[in-house]
């Protein structure tokens, strides 16, 4: 047994994380925040394209850099701790893995080869309202070759190229592909908690769609996107609490109250080693969901659950408790604390909130004990 | 990262098993969670024995030593092993898991010789005598005197929580040799027989209704020089060593977890109420994140790490679960689950039994509190609390 990553990606995380720090500061991401018109930060995006890193586990076949989910998961970490403003989760973990699951060979090579070029940028469009979408009762329908019906709110829906739909296609689900710049496709931005990250409403009128896999199959689909974006999310979610925990202890250092840092009481203490506890249990549930992702492990159901719950609880508790250790300047807009605060709630609800996946969950190992 | 045993790993995990299966029963739903007894004591040093013989005790110690001379990882196949048999393991946990690796630590030749493959073979039970009455948390207030004479020590005084101690053949003890210097200087570390003149162990009936922990008494208990670990006024760096294996060792699986709770809310129908299924959710993350944060230090072990501090998040996790576990269990079946008579109402006593018991798990081996100070101070790198008694002579010292 090795329950950690290689030199290599270790290696990769330090560059990755060394390249964010100067190309994705806070700043870039605070342009986007301040500025209504833009729904991404175009000069990070293009450096991301640039560093192969949407194409990390697509095949080389398909113009990919052709490493794994290992890989993905370690960029994914270090993505979520800088807050990347841009559409990396939505065309990676979303988008082009629907099309490694699901997309025949012609729609593998048609299009992953412009994913990984940057010239598509996807979407995942599942949500139709409150609630978790559920296969059995969507009402955007599909008859074969065109969709109708209306998707809200779609991450990186006014942005994307491309979207993959989860669709009513007769008496069962189905996922296609369609492309948003073809007639009977509009679109209209919505405004979010987390502005940095642009969400759309999709409007389809009898737009052209195709097919991803087999007709019937949306729900065990969708099911297995969601399994493997969970796991991504949930990198994505232990950047941003072990990022949380640091501001917070830097801070805890420095301020100074009663004539020493405040970091000495221990109500500041204890605050900050229970964030540690659960970025822990957040970072041991997320190496399990990696494995599980890179080896297509039976318990991949469980351990996708398990990370996604554990991070996103951990990356809640570190960004309330972070403002909180922050005191005031916390509350300012100046202050970076808010940014992750947003972020935090975006990536805990996107996908299913932990509602969704405790249930998911206690399913599983219902089934697995079942014998 | 693979999950999946090596060859080499698979070889000892196919061993290990063998060996298990001619000796041991597989665990099943009758196995007592926390035996005692003379009986069980007997079995377990009979056990201890039986592992040693088949070089399956204490895997990583040199063979030397009695152990395997093996790799920590082997050590963690072996436990996963091990704990799904009836393994009377508990009465050594103490010894082998903090004293003796302290004795190997600051311990001559000749007290290797003496202690290590004796203890390893189960013949001989070790306790860990630190904590007082006045000093729990703030372990090293202790007030236990010793004073020179001749070429022996005297010790005087009286230590308290000591698990085993009435079993035990030796113990580590903690002393005060200079009341004069601030606390942490004024220590030192023994080895002490325990059946001699001198030494009264008093079991406590604790809250759980068990009696395994005890209240020592000294009196002109005479330990020669040559039974010091460490130098004179070195006893609270010996006392770390000890402290540090503790909380590797504790934090284990202390009673019923998520998968019984889940078994038992089965069986009562309350698995399909919604609340109870987040709960459920919510512990299984939390106990499999612990055991993988448990398999990611065994890879920092193998790899030539030694444990830090960061061990100290095992205790948090769990002893709060069993006590939330146990709590919920009782609540399920509303005035119902106050019964645990054993006619009636059997399951419950299994919940009952570990309800009773967290409290003093949140409480042994470093409270809650002090864990959460150690993750703070030594691993988050925050300022220590404030000591207003760092450089005050001990005998100086405001208690009560």
Redesign the interface.
């Known amino acids: 047994?090795?329950?950690?990553?290689?030199e290599d990606q270790k290696f990769l995380a330090s560059e990755a994380r060394k390249f964010l720090g100067a190309q994705c500061t806070t700043a870039h991401v605070r342009e986007v925040l301040d500025d209504d018109a833009k729904s991404h930060h175009e000069g990070v995006w293009q450096k991301v394209v640039e560093m192969g890193w949407i194409g990390a586990a697509i095949p080389e076949e398909y113009g990919g850099l052709g490493l794994g989910m290992?890989e993905l998961c370690v960029i994914a970490e270090e993505m979520g701790r800088a807050l990347a403003p841009v559409p990396f989760a939505s065309t990676t973990y979303f988008f082009a893995e629907a099309l490694k699951l699901a997309g025949s060979e012609a729609q593998k090579s048609s299009i992953l080869e412009k994913v990984v070029s940057g010239e598509v940028v996807g979407c995942y469009a599942a949500s139709e309202g409150p609630g978790n979408p559920d296969p059995a009762k969507l009402k955007v329908t599909f008859d074969g070759s065109k969709i109708s019906g209306t998707k809200l709110p779609v991450t990186d829906g006014d942005i994307a190229t491309h979207a993959v739909v989860l669709v009513k296609e007769g008496a069962g689900a189905s996922l296609v592909l369609v492309d948003l710049n073809a007639d009977g496709v509009s679109r209209k931005s919505v405004s979010t908690l987390e502005p940095t990250r642009s969400h759309a409403e999709i409007t389809f009128d009898g737009a052209s769609a195709e097919r991803l896999g087999a007709a019937g199959e949306g729900a065990d689909l969708h099911d297995a996107v969601m399994n493997r974006a969970a796991v991504l999310l949930a990198f994505e979610q232990l950047g941003g609490a072990d990022r949380c925990?640091e501001m917070a202890?830097e801070y805890?250092?420095e301020r100074y109250a009663f004539g020493?840092?405040i970091?000495?009481n221990?109500a500041?203490?204890?605050k900050?080693?229970?964030m540690?506890?659960k970025n822990?249990?957040?970072?041991?549930?997320c190496?399990?969901g990696?494995?599980a992702l890179?080896t297509d492990a039976a318990e991949l159901p469980e351990a996708a659950?398990?990370s996604r719950?554990?991070a996103s609880?951990a990356f809640w508790f570190a960004s309330k408790e972070n403002i909180q250790t922050h005191g005031g300047m916390g509350f300012t807009w100046e202050v970076d604390c808010h940014l992750f605060y947003r972020r935090a709630k975006l990536l805990a609800v996107q996908a299913g909130a932990p509602?969704v996946?405790?249930?998911k969950?206690?399913s599983a190992?219902?089934r697995k004990?079942a014998a | 990262?693979?999950?999946?045993?090596?060859a080499e790993?698979a070889e000892f995990r196919a061993e290990a098993r063998s060996f298990l299966e001619k000796h041991l029963k597989l665990k099943d739903a009758n196995t007592p969670r926390r035996p005692s007894g003379e009986d069980f004591l007997k079995r377990a040093k009979e056990w201890q024995k039986t592992k040693a013989e088949g070089g399956f005790a204490q895997i990583t110690w040199p063979k030397e030593w009695g152990g395997r001379g093996g790799t920590s990882?082997q050590q963690?196949i072996w436990n996963q092993e091990e704990g799904k048999f009836e393994a009377p393991t508990g009465p050594f946990a103490i010894g082998l898991g903090m004293c003796v690796p302290t004795v190997i630590a600051f311990g001559s030749n000749e007290h290797k010789k003496r202690y290590v493959e004796k203890a390893l073979r189960g013949e001989e039970i070790w306790c860990q005598l630190f904590s007082e009455p006045a000093a729990g948390s703030d372990v090293a207030g202790v007030k236990t005197r010793a004073v020179k004479d001749g070429d022996d020590w005297v010790i005087n005084g009286q230590k308290v929580w000591t698990t085993g101690a009435h079993f035990s053949d030796y113990g580590i003890v903690l002393a005060r040799t200079d009341p004069k210097a601030p606390k942490h200087k004024g220590l030192t570390m023994f080895i002490v027989d325990m059946h001699q003149q001198g030494v009264e162990a008093r079991p406590i009936h604790q809250a759980s209704g068990g009696r395994e922990f005890n209240e020592v008494y000294f009196t002109d208990v005479r330990i020669p020089d040559s039974d010091r670990l460490g130098e004179v006024g070195e006893g609270w760096k010996v006392a770390l060593v000890t402290l540090m294996n503790e909380r590797l060792a504790v934090g284990g699986s202390p009673g019923p977890d998520?998968?019984e709770i889940?078994?038992y809310a089965r069986s009562t129908g309350t698995?399909s109420d919604q609340a109870f299924?987040?709960k459920?959710?919510?512990w299984?993350?939390?106990a499999?994140?612990?055991?993988?944060?448990k398999?990611?230090t065994?890879?920092?072990l193998s790899r030539g790490a030694t444990p830090g501090p960061?061990n100290s998040?095992g205790k948090?996790?769990t002893a709060n679960q069993l006590q939330d576990i146990c709590n919920s269990a009782i609540e399920m079946q509303d005035h119902y689950g106050i019964m645990n008579d054993s006619d009636t109402m059997p399951a419950n006593a299994l919940f009952q039994q570990s309800f009773m018991w967290a409290p003093g798990l949140r409480i042994a081996g470093g409270t809650d509190?002090i864990?959460?100070?150690i993750?703070?101070?030594r691993?988050?790198?925050?300022?220590?609390?404030?000591r207003v008694d760092k450089k005050v002579p001990f005998d100086e010292l405001k208690q009560g």
């Not at chain 1, 822990?280 to 549930?285: I, L, M």
């Not at chain 2, 691993?379 to 404030?386: E, F």
């Open positions: 047994m090795n329950f950690d990553f290689s290992l925990l202890t805890a250092k020493r840092p970091g000495g221990q500041i203490k204890h900050l080693a229970e540690y506890v822990q249990v957040a970072r041991s549930n190496y399990y990696a494995w890179s659950a398990a719950l554990a609880d509602k996946w405790k249930e969950l206690v190992l219902e004990n | 990262m693979d999950f999946n045993d090596t790993e990882m963690v998520w998968k889940m078994d698995i299924r987040e459920l959710a919510d299984y993350v939390a499999q994140g612990y055991n993988l944060t398999f990611r065994q890879t920092a960061e998040i948090i996790i509190e864990l959460k100070n993750i703070a101070e691993v988050l790198g925050l300022p220590q609390d404030v």
